[in-house]
Structures are given as C-alpha cells and as structure tokens.
C-alpha cells in the first residue's frame, strides 16, 4: 500500500484528496477494488476504486484519488487506510497503512517569501521554504507563496550549495519578505542537505 499527494496541513472543514495505490506480490489485476480511509474512531471517511492501469513507471501499483474530507477542529490526525474486506476465498491477506496529516484553521494572510543571492540580488529557484508546518518551493522568480493564519512562524529554506541564518516571522498581515541567501561550497559531493 502506498498515499501520497495528501496535502497537509489541509483546512479544517475543507474537501482534499489523496492517492492510494495497491500492488500484489504477484501483480494480480486489481482493477475495480475498493480501498477505504477511516478515521481515529474507525469510521469510514472515504473510499474509491483502483482504475484500470498502475501507475506510470510501475508495473503493479493500481491507485485511487480518494476524496475526503478535513477533520472540523485543529490538530494532528492519524487515519488508516487499506482495501474493503476481500471477499471470501480470495488470495490476498489484509494489508493497511497509516496517514498523519495535520488541520489548520482557514489562511488568513497571504505571505510572499523571496529567496535572492545575497551577492547579486538574482532570484533563487527551487529553494525548498518552510514557514512552521506549511511547505513550498520558489518559483523561477525567486518566490515561495503562503496562505497563512495568524501567528509567528519559524522559516528555514533549504537548497544545496546555499544558506542564510533562521528567521523568526510574526504574521499579522498580508506580507512580503526577502531572505538573501549566501553561496557555500560544497565539500562532499554526495551531502545534498545544506539548510539555509
């Protein structure tokens, strides 16, 4: 079993979806299988139906966007996940999987962070920004975008070869903030982490 594409923190209140895909051993078809997500209390939150083919570049993993929706107060969530009951005599066991997810209240302000090199002022792509649990990367502009509550956030960027010193940000507002990042050289080829 495998989900992905669960956003998270998703709004409290609000509709998202996740996939989830299914593969057998054996690459058994499973085309038309039912799988279903429930919540902490073991009610059924949502299900769907495997299609037709596996996903693109795997040979077995047949998926589902399931639809589902966000939990009506804030907080930290954990639901199961796994295909209906089979029915009887099949040849495939239980199998599951957990999914975390936060909830948030609804954004609030909208908060612009642009990433540039300290040196030049060029904007930096692809710069991996984190402002607390809410994540996005800079577009070739330089600019990650946030829909945001109120509140003060911890923003770290990460992209090798770059970093800058942690902030500190107090949303109360609509808001733009520039980060200048300096150039490090990397020493091992093989380290991709340096966090700005």
């Given at each position: 079993?495998?989900?992905?594409?669960?956003?998270?923190?998703?709004?409290?209140?609000?509709?998202?979806?996740?996939?989830?895909?299914?593969?057998?051993?054996?690459?058994?078809?499973?085309?038309?299988?039912?799988?279903e997500v429930r919540n902490e209390a073991g009610t059924r939150?949502?299900?769907?139906?495997?299609?037709?083919?596996?996903?693109?570049?795997?040979?077995?993993?047949?998926?589902?966007?399931?639809?589902?929706?966000?939990?009506?107060?804030?907080?930290?969530?954990?639901?199961?996940?796994?295909?209906?009951?089979?029915?009887?005599?099949?040849?495939?066991?239980?199998?599951?999987?957990?999914?975390?997810?936060?909830?948030?209240?609804?954004?609030?302000?909208?908060?612009?962070?642009?990433?540039?090199?300290?040196?030049?002022?060029?904007?930096?792509?692809?710069v991996e920004v984190c402002m607390g649990i809410y994540r996005?990367?800079?577009?070739?502009?330089?600019?990650?975008?946030?829909?945001?509550?109120?509140?003060?956030?911890?923003?770290?960027?990460?992209?090798?070869?770059?970093?800058?010193?942690?902030?500190?940000?107090?949303?109360?507002?609509?808001?733009?903030?520039?980060?200048?990042?300096?150039?490090?050289?990397?020493?091992?080829?093989?380290?991709?982490?340096?966090?700005?």
């Open positions: 079993m495998a989900v992905w594409d669960l956003p998270t923190p998703v709004v409290i209140g609000q509709r998202f979806s996740a996939k989830i895909g299914v593969t057998c051993s054996a690459e058994c078809r499973l085309t038309g299988k039912l799988v939150v949502g299900e769907g139906s495997l299609g037709d083919a596996p996903w693109p570049g795997t040979r077995a993993l047949y998926w589902a966007e399931v639809f589902l929706e966000a939990p009506p107060r804030e907080g930290s969530f954990t639901w199961s996940v796994g295909p209906v009951a089979p029915e009887r005599g099949s040849s495939h066991g239980p199998s599951s999987a957990v999914v975390s997810f936060c909830a948030v209240g609804p954004p609030e302000h909208t908060v612009a962070v642009e990433v540039v090199q300290d040196d030049t002022g060029d904007p930096i792509d692809r996005a990367s800079t577009d070739d502009r330089g600019i990650a975008r946030f829909e945001l509550p109120s509140g003060e956030f911890d923003l770290i960027a990460c992209k090798p070869g770059f970093a800058t010193d942690p902030a500190t940000v107090d949303v109360i507002g609509d808001l733009e903030v520039r980060i200048e990042a300096r150039y490090v050289p990397q020493t091992d080829p093989d380290d991709q982490r340096i966090w700005m």
